[in-house]
């Protein structure tokens, strides 16, 4: 009752102003936006592991001098990161989800959601920067530390697990939080599959009430604010693992 009064509140006192936020005092259209809210905050729950693990695999393949790992996510990663997100999603939801359906008898049987399709490719599309940032940090590492490491008998393995990726991570961390705010904007593509994360709702309510102004400011607003936390975390993070006389 008192989310109620609140949100009337709101709605009469954005009114006085000329803005229009009238579908928030009930209905089905105050529902689809709260559920774009939550939907769009999903996705970057999801997405931010995801294109993590994956970008620091992929450079664990770049820098493993194993062609038959390099040569392939090499390719990947020049085809990933010089098209389109838009056009890759698409790309992905009519092409390759039609494979998938033929091969396992139709659309009714696709497992595969528009919703997996975005975390897919936005995920490995934000991954193959990533990986680019991070073996950057790898050939940074001092080859002098990796000689001691390899002196103490460490295996090609240990040195990248134990000694190249800690230090590379410390040092790409700038270039992983840009790419990760760059990640929470990309999750807007969705909508070109009807995903239903905020811009996605923001239509759908803006087309009955022609109240394009008032919702475009609260997307702003939001995709603002998690950004500012994801920045803020990711300048906490760079300062707890800087390493003293490292220049990091």
């Known amino acids: 009752m008192q989310d109620t009064n609140l949100i009337d509140l709101f709605v009469r006192l954005t009114d006085r102003i000329g803005l229009n936020y009238q579908f928030l005092s009930g209905g089905y259209e105050a529902q689809i936006w709260r559920d774009g809210f939550i939907t769009t905050l999903y996705l ?35 085809v990933t990161r010089n098209t389109p997100t838009l056009v890759q999603l698409m790309f992905s939801f009519l092409v390759l989800n039609t494979v998938v359906s033929n091969l396992v008898g139709g659309a009714q049987n696709n497992p595969l959601s ?5 975390v897919a490719v936005v995920g490995l599309h934000v991954a193959a920067l990533h990986a680019e940032a991070i073996r950057a940090g790898i050939e940074s590492v001092p080859s002098a530390t990796v000689e001691a490491a390899r002196g103490m008998g460490f295996s090609r393995f240990q040195i990248l697990a134990y000694v190249e990726v800690p230090l590379a991570l410390r040092a ?27 811009t996605y709702a923001s ?15 609260v997307i702003l607003a939001f995709f603002s604010l998690i950004n500012m936390a994801v920045a803020r975390i990711g300048l906490w993070v760079e300062r707890r693992l800087a390493i003293p006389g490292y220049g990091i």
């Not at 528009?114 to 975005?118: D, G, M, R, T």
């Not at 700038?174 to 070109?192: D, E, M, S, Y």
């Open 44 to 78: 970057v729950a999801l997405l931010i592991p995801v294109s993590l693990v994956f970008g620091l695999l992929f450079a664990a393949c770049l820098t493993s001098g194993k062609a038959w790992l390099s040569v392939p996510v090499r390719a990947f990663v020049e």
């Open 114 to 118: 528009p919703f997996f399709w975005v």
């Open 172 to 198: 790409s961390l700038p270039a992983l939080v840009n790419n990760l705010i760059n990640l929470v904007k990309l999750t807007t593509v969705g909508n070109a599959i009807a995903v239903s994360e905020i």
């Open 203 to 217: 239509i759908m309510v803006w087309t009955q009430r022609d109240n394009v102004v008032e919702l475009m400011i």
